[in-house]
């Protein structure tokens, strides 16, 4: 279980931090015969249905649709979404057990630190691919 009450805070989704924010649910439309092709190519992939949709839209947001603009499979993806999935499960775990043994300070210099690391990868990978 996790503690999300007045004492833990969250970004702001327009910050630098929402990438990183908890999903929120969309609601879209498909016929019986599209939603079982979604599930058939996902399924391909090793991927769930949300997961193949998901990527692919947020793949033709960012104008890499074509598989050949891809830095990595569909099923690498998936595979990277449920790490993060992990890592954040237990990134909240801990930071709700130092919150209750009084330790914000502490988390709060562990949260800036790796942001500050996160910002520096950021920056160099697309100082990389200029």
């Known amino acids: 279980m996790t503690e999300n009450g007045p004492s833990t805070t969250k970004s702001d989704e327009n910050s630098a931090e929402s990438s990183a924010a908890p999903r929120k649910p969309r609601s879209i439309r498909f016929s019986e015969s599209e939603w079982a092709g979604v599930e058939e190519e996902a399924k ?29 499979p569909p099923e690498i993806a998936a595979h990277i979404e449920r790490i993060y999935r992990g890592v954040y499960l237990l990134s909240t775990l801990k930071r709700d057990e130092m919150f209750r043994e009084g330790r914000q300070e502490e988390y709060e210099r562990i949260r800036k630190s790796a942001k500050d690391s996160q910002v520096a990868m950021l920056n160099e990978a697309s100082e990389a691919s200029l």
Do not use: I, N, Y
Not at 53 to 68: D, F, I, M, P, Q
């Open 44 to 72: 391909a992939r090793g991927m769930t249905a949300a997961e193949l949709v998901r990527h692919a839209a947020v793949s033709a947001a960012a104008g890499k649709l074509a598989a050949e603009t891809s830095a990595f």
